[in-house]
C-alpha cells in the first residue's frame, strides 16, 4: 500500500526506524490541502493550496507500526487521497489526519525532523 508522509515520517532515518520495510518511492504533492500544526503535523481541506510530502510503498507490518506511532485510530483517522508527482502522475495513497483540530505550535525538535525530511527528499517549501 502506498502511504503519504507530510509530517515527521518525511524523515528517511525516522521512517526506517519505524517501518524498516518501507520503500521511499517518490516526492508528491496533495492539491487543494494545506499543512497545518496542532502540536503535530496535520491537513485540512483548503481550495487552491498544496502540501508537499512523499509517498512510500509500506508492508503490513509497516502500517501496524505506523498505526501504533500514529496513536490510529484515537488521535489520527486515516483517508484515502490522490497526490502527484512534478510530472503531473498521480498516485492513490493514504493519510493520517488528525481527528480533532487545533491550533498549536509544534516544539522546534519537530520542526527540524520535517525540515530534515524536506532535505531528504530535495523539496523546497
Keep these: 500500500m502506498v502511504y503519504f508522509a507530510y509530517g515527521s515520517n518525511l524523515c528517511l532515518d525516522q521512517m526506517k526506524k519505524r517501518c524498516p520495510e518501507a520503500i521511499p518511492m517518490i516526492s508528491v504533492h496533495l492539491n ?11 491537513i485540512i481541506p483548503c481550495e487552491g493550496e498544496k502540501v508537499y510530502g512523499a509517498i512510500y ?15 490510529y485510530p484515537d488521535l489520527y483517522e486515516k483517508i484515502d487521497l490522490i497526490v502527484q ?7 492513490e ?4 489526519i488528525m481527528n480533532e483540530k487545533g491550533d498549536k505550535t509544534p516544539d522546534k525538535r519537530y520542526l527540524d ?8 527528499w530535495g523539496i523546497i517549501y
Design 113 to 120: 525532523i520535517i525540515n530534515k525530511g524536506y532535505e531528504d
Design 32 to 42: 487543494n490541502y494545506k499543512l497545518v500544526y496542532n502540536k503535530y503535523a496535520d
Design 93 to 96: 495513497a493514504f493519510a493520517y
Design 57 to 71: 510503498e509500506i508492508s503490513l507490518n509497516d502500517l501496524k507500526n505506523l498505526d501504533k506511532y500514529e496513536e
Design 85 to 91: 508527482d512534478i510530472n503531473g502522475i498521480s498516485y
